[in-house]
């Protein structure tokens, strides 16, 4: 049971306190946390553990952009789910003020407590759906605004309990109003690899997600169907997933919650070929480092490649560095990180960076060797392979419009040097 | 609150919620609009008023909600209802006497037909009544079948209680990894005390076993579940299986079919709620279906990573087999943090095989390139645990790691980093580990690692290597050839060595003179060598044995006249252990000497090294998913699963003995779980009817002493050996006979105490915990002193005071102190009084304040001193009415007619006065008390190690360090706290040294309003260290409670 949640903004000060159950937590553990970041993990929150044993209290957090999500309890509680909880929050805020930063949550810090207060009571979950959440705190939007500055008054309350508190589908809100009958299917992947030091291709999966954003009137049915589930390695499914169809016929079968949502994530391993490859090499002697990064398509996914980039932690001990590249911008951040933007592949040449690094003083060779973090994206393919295979819709007026879209991406993709 | 605007009436609820506590009138004004709302046509209004009064806790108004949750309980609309399901957890800390009735709203909510309201009804179980497991039964399969339509957060609770239910219910499974676990141990200790001709279960054995034995005693039910835990470590012991059940039984079947499907949760604690059911209950070739979907975890949300792997690794320690064929899952990110890399180096080393090998060392020859120093080191550390694990890979290992060693010496030489000798000491702290097992074939790395010398500078990685040589010196064909070479050349560079690697050459040149194969021969001539003040008189057939003892002396030589005392020390032991009598010249005594230090010499420098001890057996495994299983200590509320199949005897104790039980049960934690009560209410049932039963049964030693009230010692609980039993009581024994308690019992009844001691406890008796009793005389009482008047301040009268543990006979609201009063200078002081400066002054300002007590002066008259001579000290007691305020009272002390203002600072801890009562009465009193009640802190105590050091001193052996502890502790509470010292319990654990589950209980009650006040503490760690104490405060007055509590944390730090 969550004694009490804290949002925390960059430098550690204390945003929002919610206090859940009668057993008050003081603030000073706010102050105990961040000096455990600042000694552990040099002030950077996401560094430090999930759980953190304090003298009085344990302390759980999420981090998002920028903001620490931190909730203390002094007794025995799932800490995954004091961690999920948190992350819903996080979820659910940014869902409804756009994007969560220190200046978003203290112009809406109104909406924000009476968020809490709806889904957590007592240190206990209470209410976590997004749907119903809206209907008991309304959105801030223009339009609030303005009625507010006008008429005086504001309501960011709902007058009258959702009635889907009562459904057995309480994600979805029983009436649907001004739907424009249609759904959109997309499926985003992210391409995990591992190259080694050998250029051997140790490890790659992809992960995906289907994200479904449905706009249908009524309790529509819908089944989704794959043309090769089989490939399928592992799956987790939003709860209005039924599962016994999946179990037996591998057909998802749900009825769709308003709006955007994540229907299912998958993961599909052993897969063969990455689409482009990265080939870096770094010889040195005498206090120098040659780097020579070569990049390339492997394997032509038949849609364009873009937004290739190319970025490694500069290894330590390096006095100075010179890097130039033959295509892209070649960028040395401020915490040593070399970021390499290629962008498109350009058909008449090879992109390639090379340059030297220069050691520091009495340092013939380099010991420590980067690792190459590569991002890009293709639009309109899964590299898995998954296919949908049909999406039917019952149980509404008329037949609606369905859309289907395929991207990928790269996830954890690292070059070994 | 009666506004009609729904806003405003959401936020003046939430003021309410937030500020109710402080501001109480508001609260209770607001209570009629409560009423009315709670019958408003708009169920999100009943919700809220619900909420907000159940929220607002005032005992006051907590009759009023229990009607209104009754109400609310049937509510048309499913959300309140739900609402109403958190109003009874709420309710529960208020009213915990109430609890039969909210038991049976419980069991209405589980029930409810809505989804939503069962979830909440499962959490309300959960905080109401966890262990009124029978309250599960009739809805139990219902709700299996609903579980996979509640919400998540529903669901993790729910899962929680099933599971709970089923196992006090049936019984462990008996093909389960969980039981398997259990038995490979039973048959490794050859017994087969449960013949279980099963074909399953030798799966499931083989699936457990499978990873030759990474964990083998590691007993998972031991841990889990309740009673066994504290037979944990003793594997020998007689011990009756649990019950078990087949995993054919319909309520497990109906369970693992409707969790199975939680394991595609998109939330992961639903996900490993899920997995720990099947991990405990299924079959154990269904136990694989957990395996893809938690790993998919660690991928599909970040955040539980950490958690997930720490989990992860317990399952694979258990079951390496289980996870072997997932071991890219755990290959390194470099975006993983250093947490996670370290849990993922520890598993992969845990489940590799031969086939995986070679794919996972690969992967290690990455890491060692990483940036990340430590980490490169841990990899070291990992390969060396995999090359002992797998002997088919050694050598390459060992290839690999003198590779690594070489290339780090190329660059640790050229630059000084500071973790970068972390990895070159670990490369050979990972060679000494592998060359340990079979050292003679490996002889050419050591030669390899010997002929480093040169180059290496660090002093640690230089004395490693020098210890190897030296323990190795003797094997193989080589080395010895080598040895005199390398000696003469550590000779050269001793004087330049710091300490630590010139202790390390003393201790190998010895060595290689001892393990030398001409040994006897060898020490003859050292003598006469040594003997002759180092001059070479003899002249050994061999010329290199000769320069051999030259090099060696010369070593000793120098060390003697080191700068370090530690080196001379050394060098002069081992001078005199080598050429052991030197000047006698007697050959008569010579060889009997030479036998005597030979066996001496061997006996240090030749013997095995002994095995490292087992770290896992330290290991405590908690259950999966719960939080005392990351951070590795029971947390607050922690409860392990019920006994196997007690739900029956549940039915069968009858209420009243819970309390007797309750009482005689050692538990510490402030959960006591009830299943426990159960359990030794069970066992109290079967020793009055049926007698003993060897096995399971608590068998209490009363000793009665002659003349006095309360039995000194009780021995109690199981499955301890019998054999460990006499010799802990003897331990006991020994360490009450040799402190201060002695003065306790009068000669004889020591005696006769003693006498039957021994044959008392050798009846089949096991001891797993040991209550000591004492009555608070037997502590010495160090009252502090505090100065009330400075002697330079008030023309040389000194005035000190201290709070004595008397108790007033004028009133029980005065507190006593001890005034010290003494004359400094050398001339008569007279007429010395002490008045209260505020009796005269606001007299009617008390009588608001304290109506009762209005009667009671603040101060006590006292009896003035007529003439105090110079050097002359007198004693006063004062009786003080602090009028339970913590404001100093100013005092003014009169003394030769002038006044002196004076302050006298109040301490709560006298505040209370003793409140002699039992265990039995202790028990029930916190029961009532919990809650909101109770106030924990911990802290650190470490005026015991003083104590150790000066015991050590006085080489007393037999003093028991845990009793020590005990003593130093109660007796530092007892003189700075008037309360009441009812009992101390101590563990009898396997390591005396272990001081975990120590826990003092004392009691008292306040002045003012006599309410009872109890404190607890209960000390965690070993005593060789600080210990960690948890001290918990059980009082109505929350807000003395928790000042008391910091006034003690105050005291014992």
């Known amino acids: ?417 | 609150v009666a506004a009609q605007s729904l806003e405003v009436k959401k936020l003046v609820y939430l003021y309410l919620l937030h500020y109710a506590e402080t501001r109480q009138n508001e609260a209770l004004l607001s209570i009629n609009i409560f009423q009315k709302d709670l019958s408003d046509i708009n169920p999100l209004v009943r919700a809220w008023a619900l909420r907000t009064m159940a929220g607002i806790r005032l005992h006051v108004v907590a009759p009023l909600v229990l009607v209104a949750v009754k109400k609310c309980a049937r509510d048309p609309s499913p959300y309140v209802r739900k609402c109403a399901a958190y109003a009874l957890c709420k309710l529960y800390d208020l009213l915990p006497e109430e609890n039969t009735t909210l038991e049976e709203i419980v069991d209405v909510l589980l029930g409810d037909s809505s989804f939503g309201v069962v979830g909440a009804a499962a959490v309300a179980f959960k905080s109401v009544c966890p262990n009124c497991l029978a309250l599960i039964a009739k809805h139990f399969q219902r709700l299996c079948e609903t579980l996979p339509d509640i919400e998540e957060w529903y669901q993790i609770t729910l899962i929680e209680i099933l599971l709970r239910y089923v196992i006090a219910k049936h019984g462990l499974v008996k093909d389960s990894v969980m039981f398997a676990s259990g038995l490979s141990l039973e048959t490794q200790a050859g017994r087969d005390s449960v013949p279980v001709s099963n074909i399953s279960s030798t799966q499931a054995e083989t699936i457990v076993k499978g990873g030759s034995g990474t964990m083998p005693n590691i007993m998972l039910f031991r841990h889990y579940i309740e009673e066994y835990s504290g037979a944990f470590d003793r594997d020998e012991d007689k011990f009756s299986f649990p019950s078990v059940t087949s995993s054919t039984n319909d309520d497990v079947v109906i369970l693992l079919k409707c969790t199975s499907p939680l394991l595609w949760s998109q939330n992961s604690a639903v996900i490993l709620a899920a997995a720990s059911v099947h991990w405990i209950m299924a079959p154990a070739e269904e136990v694989k279906r957990i395996v893809g979907p938690i790993l998919f975890t660690l991928r599909s949300s970040p955040d539980a990573t950490y958690v997930m792997l720490g989990n992860i690794l317990v399952f694979a320690k258990t079951a390496p087999l289980l996870f072997s064929s997932y071991f890219e899952d755990f290959f390194i990110c470099a975006s993983d943090p250093y947490q996670t890399r370290a849990l993922k180096l520890e598993i992969l080393t845990t489940i590799a095989t031969e086939s995986s090998i070679p794919a996972i060392l690969e992967e290690f020859q990455d890491y060692i390139k990483d940036p990340n120093r430590r980490f490169v080191a841990d990899t070291v550390a990992a390969i060396a645990l995999c090359a002992l694990k797998l002997p088919s890979i050694t050598s390459s290992c060992l290839e690999g790691l003198l590779a690594l060693v070489l290339y780090e010496l190329s660059i640790t030489n050229s630059v000084h980093l500071n973790e970068e000798d972390a990895v070159l000491v670990q490369a050979i702290l990972s060679i000494k580990e592998i060359v340990k097992i079979d050292a003679a074939s490996h002889e050419k790395v050591i030669i390899r690692l010997v002929r480093c010398l040169d180059t290496i500078m660090e002093p640690a990685a230089r004395s490693l290597i020098i210890w190897i040589f030296g323990e190795y010196s003797s094997t193989g064909n080589l080395i010895p050839k080598i040895a005199p070479v390398v000696l003469k050349y550590l000779a050269w560079s001793f004087a330049a060595e710091v300490l630590e690697t010139k202790l390390q050459i003393l201790n190998a040149s010895v060595k290689v003179c001892i393990i030398s194969p001409n040994f006897s021969f060898l020490t003859l001539k050292w003598r006469l060598l040594i003997g002759l003040f180092f001059q070479v008189i003899i002249h050994s057939a061999e010329d290199q044995l000769e320069e051999f003892k030259r090099t060696v002396a010369y070593v000793i030589q120098l060390a003697a006249c080191d700068m370090n005392y530690d080196v001379r020390d050394r060098a002069r032991f081992l001078s005199g252990l080598l050429p052991c009598c030197a000047n006698e010249n007697d050959s008569s005594c010579r060889s009997q000497n030479v036998d005597v230090i030979k066996e001496l010499a061997d006996h240090i420098f030749g013997g095995k090294i002994p095995p490292p001890s087992n770290s896992d057996s330290n290991y405590r495994i908690y259950l999966p998913g719960s939080l005392s299983q990351v951070v590795l200590h029971a947390a607050p509320g922690y409860a392990p699963l019920p006994k196997p199949q007690s739900m029956i005897l549940i039915h069968k104790t009858v209420e009243p003995t819970r309390g007797v039980a309750d009482s005689s049960e050692g538990t510490n934690s402030d959960a006591e779980s009830g299943s426990s009560r159960d359990e030794s209410g069970s066992v109290y049932d079967s020793e009055s009817e049926a007698g003993s039963d060897s096995n399971d049964e608590g068998h209490n030693l009363h000793r009665q002493k002659e003349n006095q009230e309360a039995p000194l010692i009780h021995m109690y609980d199981g499955n301890v050996d019998q054999a460990y039993a006499g010799r802990a009581v003897d331990e006991n024994l020994a360490s009450l006979i040799s402190t201060d308690l002695t003065e306790l019992m009068s000669k004889s009844a020591l005696e006769s105490w003693l006498d039957e001691a021994p044959a008392a406890p050798l009846v089949p008796v096991q001891t797993s915990c040991a209550r000591v009793s004492f009555t608070t005389r037997s502590f010495e009482r160090k009252p502090k002193l505090h100065r009330l008047l400075d002697p330079s301040d008030s023309g040389g009268l000194s005035v000190l005071y201290a709070f004595s543990s008397e108790v007033s006979v004028k009133s029980r609201l005065l507190v006593c102190v001890d005034l010290f009063v003494e004359n400094v200078t050398t001339e008569q002081l007279a007429d010395i009084t002490i008045k209260s400066e505020e009796a005269s002054g606001s007299k009617s300002g008390m009588d608001q304040t304290s109506e009762g007590s209005a009667s009671i002066p603040t101060l006590v008259p006292v009896e003035e001193i007529q003439s105090l001579a110079p050097e002359q000290r007198a004693k006063m007691l004062l009786q003080v009415h602090f009028h339970h305020h913590l404001l100093p009272l100013k005092l003014s002390v009169f003394c030769n007619g002038k006044r002196h203002p004076a302050k006298l600072h109040p301490d709560i801890a006298y505040f209370v006065r003793p409140l002699p009562m039992d265990l039995n009465a202790f028990l029930c009193k916190e029961n009532q008390l919990r809650g909101m009640f109770e106030y924990a802190r911990r802290c650190t105590f470490k005026d015991h190690l003083q104590k150790h050091e000066q015991t050590e001193e006085s080489t007393d052996d037999n003093t028991d360090k845990n009793l020590l502890v005990a003593q130093t502790l109660a007796s530092k509470v007892l003189s700075n706290a008037n309360v009441h010292l009812v009992s101390m319990d101590m563990p009898v654990t396997f390591s005396i040294d272990d001081a975990s589950g120590l826990c003092w209980r004392f009691s008292s009650e306040i002045l003012s309003t006599s309410n009872p006040c109890l404190i607890t503490i209960v000390a965690d760690g070993h005593t060789s260290e600080p210990l960690d104490l948890t001290v918990k405060v059980n009082s109505e007055d929350t807000a003395f409670g928790l000042n008391l509590l910091n006034r003690i944390v105050a005291i014992i730090e």
Request: glycine share 6%.
């Open chain 1, 1 to 417: 049971m969550l004694q009490c949640v804290f949002l925390l903004s960059d430098s550690g000060e204390v945003m929002v306190e919610k206090q859940m159950t009668a057993h008050r937590v003081d603030r000073a553990i706010c102050g105990w946390f961040w000096e455990y970041v600042l000694a552990h993990a040099a002030g950077d929150p996401s560094k430090v553990l999930q759980v953190v044993v304090s003298p009085t209290h344990y302390l759980f957090r999420v981090y998002r952009s920028g903001v620490t999500f931190l909730a203390c309890t002094q007794v025995e509680m799932p800490p995954l789910m004091a961690i999920e909880f948190l992350s819903r929050v996080a979820d659910v805020l940014t869902d409804y003020l756009g994007d969560i930063n220190e200046d978003t949550i203290k112009d809406n810090f109104v909406i924000v407590y009476q968020i809490l207060d709806e889904m957590m009571d007592n240190g206990f979950p209470l209410t976590t759906e997004p749907n119903i959440l809206k209907e008991l705190v309304a959105q801030p939007n223009m339009v609030s605004k303005m009625l507010n500055v006008m008429t005086g008054k504001s309501s960011t309350i709902g007058s009258k309990l959702p009635d889907a508190t009562a459904s057995f589908v309480p994600w979805r809100t029983t009436i649907v109003k001004d739907a424009s009958n249609e759904v959109y299917v997309n499926i985003v992947e992210e391409l995990d690899a591992c190259v080694n030091r050998e250029g051997v291709l140790v490890k790659c999966e992809a992960c995906g997600e289907i994200e479904v954003n449905s706009s249908l009137p009524g309790l529509p049915e819908l089944t989704l169907s794959f043309a090769n589930p089989t490939i399928i390695n592992d799956v987790r499914f939003h709860p209005c997933v039924r599962f016994r169809p999946w179990e037996s016929n591998q057909i998802l079968s749900f009825v769709p919650p308003d709006g955007q949502f994540k229907l299912m994530s998958y993961r599909v391993k052993k897969l063969k070929t990455t689409p482009i490859y990265v080939k870096p090499q770094l010889s040195s002697d005498s206090g120098n480092c040659r780097v020579h990064v070569m990049v390339g398509i492997r394997n032509d996914p038949g849609k364009p490649i873009d937004s290739i980039i190319v970025q490694f932690q500069l290894p330590p001990l390096i006095a100075s560095a010179d890097l130039t590249a033959n295509h892209g911008t070649v960028d040395i951040l401020a915490d040593q990180t070399c970021v390499w933007t290629i962008g498109h592949i350009p058909k008449d040449k090879a992109p390639s960076l090379s340059g030297n690094l220069r050691l520091e003083e009495g340092l013939a060779h380099l010991h420590a060797f980067p690792i190459f973090q590569v991002k890009f994206r293709i639009m309109g393919a899964a590299l898995s392979g998954l296919q949908i295979d049909k999406l039917d819709v019952k149980n509404t007026p008329s037949a609606p419009y369905k859309g289907f879209r395929a991207q990928t991406q790269a996830g954890r993709y690292e070059v070994r040097s």
